[in-house]
């Protein structure tokens, strides 16, 4: 299991890093492309399917190919259907979620420990779900199945990889306080990271279980 914080975390680390900085110039170029894809296509409409299009952009990329910035408009538009309908299908998950949580919050003085006890669950159930997402996107550019089949394939990941999701989320948002602060490196950094973060990862637990994926 990878859940401990041992050499494979390092090594995720390591195969990030290289695949951002030796592409730089393009990553950076890709990153941008892909902030743009969310509001300029269809406004907001369009983000899952940039996830997408920047996932399969950076699967490529994990598996030492050499894809061009144009890429991202290929991928963009052999994604979109895929994209729209299940991106939005998962994301839309956490507002039952959310709302469960917010409920049983309410209502913990009218309930006593049951409330609270409940609304425990939902923030937890709300945090793995969160935590599923890392992984969800790029398996659904690495293969063609169902909603659900992705989702549970998801979950399963998170639950034999947790320490790639906490890596990989905890260096994310250390890049993410640096754009705040260096708010131009919005638009070129913290999307393509993300996602090179989680095509890596979800390949070295492919790595682990099935001997046909190369090594990364």
Known sequence: MQGDFGPPILHLLRVTWFHFYDDLG?????NFLAVLAFVVPLPILGIPVSFCAICAYA???V???DPSASRFFTEYRRYFWRGLG???????LYVPLGFSFWFYLRHGDEWGL???LLAGICFWSLLFYLAMGFYFFPLLVHQKERFWCTLKR??????????YVLTGVGVWLLWMAVCCILSPLLFVVPAIWAAIT????????LN????EVPDV
């Open 86 to 92: 299940y991106g939005w299908s998962y994301l839309l």
């Open 154 to 163: 998801s979950a399963l990941a998170v639950l034999i990889g947790p320490g």
């Open 198 to 205: 989680a095509n890596a990862a979800l390949l070295l637990l």
């Open 63 to 65: 598996r030492f190919g």
């Open 208 to 211: 682990e279980y099935r001997d």
């Open 59 to 61: 699967n490529s990329l």
């Open 26 to 30: 393009r990553n950076l170029l890709v």
């Open 114 to 116: 049951w409330g609270y």
